[in-house]
């Protein structure tokens, strides 16, 4: 069964970086898969972050992009997102997926549990 | 970025009902498109993708439809476990947007 798991600080300071990994099980990161990061602020919707394949090619919210970096490690069959110059408004429950084609289409099939994060001093 | 527009935001519906929920974007997107289910604390699941494909364990009552840019998710015969917010995205141009979330709540 293909899990995924988020782990990192809760806690971050504005201004800060946020720096969270999902390690995988189950299935290699180096398969045909997109490794995604999605967020939702408190009671809010789904916004997408971005995603990353194993061959290092990225796809990031242009809204994001310029402070988005998403890396896989493909030793630790894991991938990480770092969001540089946070605010509050980053505040948010942060998931991790897996982006799978079917059909041509990629949707995403598992889901981590996701981890609230807070920007806060 | 293409918009996803869903409606209706929040809807009452009793145990056995028909539900549909409709989705539209800004821009075509082909069957490039995806519906989940959400329940609170829970992540997202997902329930169809390419417009109309049933994910693997997802009861039939679920169905989806269309193309282009208007699509429609139909619940046959609502259950209790099916209480929850339903989101629509689109996975032709990136940014994958979602929807806003349409909330279906017990009458």
């Known amino acids: 069964q293909v899990q995924l798991r988020e782990s990192g600080p809760g806690l971050v300071k504005p201004s800060g970086t946020l720096s969270l990994t999902c390690g995988v099980s189950?299935?290699?990161?180096?398969?045909?898969?997109?490794w995604t990061w999605v967020r939702q602020s408190p009671g809010k919707g789904l916004e997408w972050i971005g995603e990353?394949?194993?061959?290092?090619?990225?796809h990031l919210n242009p809204s994001l992009k310029s402070r988005v970096i998403i890396l896989v490690d493909k030793s630790q069959n894991q991938f990480s997102l770092n969001l540089t110059s946070v605010t509050a408004a980053d505040t948010a429950v942060y998931y991790c997926?897996?982006?799978?084609?079917?059909?041509?289409?990629?949707?995403?099939?598992?889901w981590g549990h996701g981890t609230l994060v807070t920007v806060s001093s | 970025d293409i918009q996803m527009t869903q409606s209706p935001s929040s809807l009452s519906a009793s145990v056995g009902d028909r539900v549909t929920i409709t989705c539209r974007a800004s821009?075509?997107?082909?069957?490039?498109f995806n519906w989940y289910q959400q329940k609170p604390g829970k992540a997202p699941e997902l329930l169809i993708y390419?417009?109309?494909s049933l994910q693997n364990g997802v009861p039939s009552r679920f169905s989806g439809s269309g193309s282009g840019t208007d699509f429609t998710l139909t619940i046959s015969s609502l259950q209790p476990e099916d209480f929850a917010t339903y989101y629509c995205?689109?996975?032709?141009?990136?940014?994958?947007?979602f929807g806003g979330g349409t909330k279906v709540e017990i009458k």
């Open positions: 997926a897996r982006g799978t084609v079917l059909r041509g289409v990629r949707p995403l099939d598992y």
């Open positions: 995205q689109q996975s032709y141009s990136v940014p994958f947007t």
């Open positions: 189950g299935a290699s990161i180096s398969n045909d898969n997109w």
């Open positions: 990353t394949y194993h061959s290092g090619t990225s």
């Open positions: 390419a417009a109309s």
């Open positions: 821009q075509r997107v082909s069957t490039y």
